[in-house]
């Protein structure tokens, strides 16, 4: 296979002309025991065409693994091996059924390092292709990773999701209820980003984007939820809009939900200007019987020093936040 390198930005190299929407089928041949691979395309097997209409020829000794083949074992009686033989068919129905029942038997290829891996072997991403999994392996996702992210050091990840946390405790009041069956009403039942269809039963499938993010102080509301696929949500995350989203899909997204398309398609992040920061700490102070409230306290104190929002706090809240 030859490599080339395509425009993306870790410089990575990819492999081109890797199906990576395809699944394959792998089998250990009833001959000689080798591990034979099949790419079989874009849709999964069901076991009963596979018995009907699969003819695999091992790759390394040429055995043909059909409904039409005697076995090939030596030590059975000629007459269960014989593939007119009703143990013979019932061998096959059920070599056919364990290669292509379970979505866990299916393969698919890297396009970084070209390997054909299993299944589990690739972190799931929602439409693409029948396996729903990502076009790269885990272990090149990992090496893309670090390129992308040299700089995330584990206490850097930890620290923003303490800031993240703070925040939400901040926002704690400011948050309005988003009644979900108008959310997928709004947005068609679909992921805005991916597009892709979506159930409301299927909770584990879908995510609430809080477009403007709590880290800059945006709560949750109706004007600043968007209905996402689980992965999409997943890559969104912390990230301010205009680093997620494209400025076609920022204007409809305002139109969608109302929102300040300006503030939306921002380069730079803006802390929120109309959050009432004194009334918040005001409202989370009121609250005494919280548990860890000393560590809670000291999270929304270097958040708020962080963002220099000390100076819009009433004196009282100043001292009893140790100011
Ligand atoms: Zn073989
Ligand atoms: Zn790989």
């Not at 290669?99 to 390997?115: D, F, L, V």
């Not at 969608?256 to 109309?274: C, E, H, R, V, Y």
Request: net charge positive; proline share 4%.
């Amino acid at each position: 296979m030859t490599r080339r390198k395509t425009n993306n930005i870790t410089g990575i190299l990819r492999i081109e002309g890797i199906p990576y929407h395809d699944a394959w089928i792998s089998y250990i041949c009833v001959k000689c025991k080798e591990l034979n691979l099949e790419k079989i395309g874009q849709s999964l097997l069901k076991p009963e065409d596979a018995y009907e209409n699969c003819i695999w020829e091992c790759s390394n000794c040429g055995y043909v693994h059909c409904k039409q083949s005697d076995l090939p074992f030596d030590n059975w009686p000629k007459a269960f091996t014989d593939s007119n033989s009703i143990t013979t068919e019932r061998f096959w129905k059920a070599f056919f059924r364990i290669a292509t029942e379970h979505i866990e038997s299916y393969w698919k290829q890297c396009n970084c390092c070209g390997r054909v891996l299993p299944f589990s072997a690739f972190s799931k991403h929602s439409n693409w292709g029948p396996l729903e999994r990502q076009m790269e392996c885990r272990g090149c996702k990992g090496a893309i990773n670090a390129e992308l992210n040299p700089k995330r050091t584990k206490q850097q990840l930890y620290e923003s999701s303490i800031r993240r946390r703070a925040a939400e405790l901040l926002l704690e009041g400011e948050n309005e209820a988003i009644v979900i069956e108008e959310l997928f009403e709004r947005f068609d039942n679909k992921c805005f980003k991916t597009k892709k269809q979506l159930k409301i039963s299927n909770r584990n499938t879908w995510a609430i984007d809080h477009i403007l993010p709590s880290k800059y102080l945006y709560p949750l509301t109706v004007q600043n939820a968007a209905l996402l696929s689980k992965d999409a949500n997943e890559s969104k995350r912390d990230k301010w809009p205009s680093e997620f989203y494209t400025n076609n899909e920022l204007i409809d997204l305002a139109k969608i939900t109302g929102a300040n398309l300006d503030l939306l398609a921002s380069k730079k992040p803006k802390i929120n200007p109309n959050i009432d920061v004194d009334a918040c700490v005001s409202r989370f102070l009121s609250v005494r019987e919280r548990s860890n409230l000393k560590k809670r306290l000291s999270e929304l104190k270097k958040l708020i020093l962080s963002y220099n929002l000390v100076e819009n706090l009433s004196p009282e809240n100043k001292k009893l936040l140790g100011f």
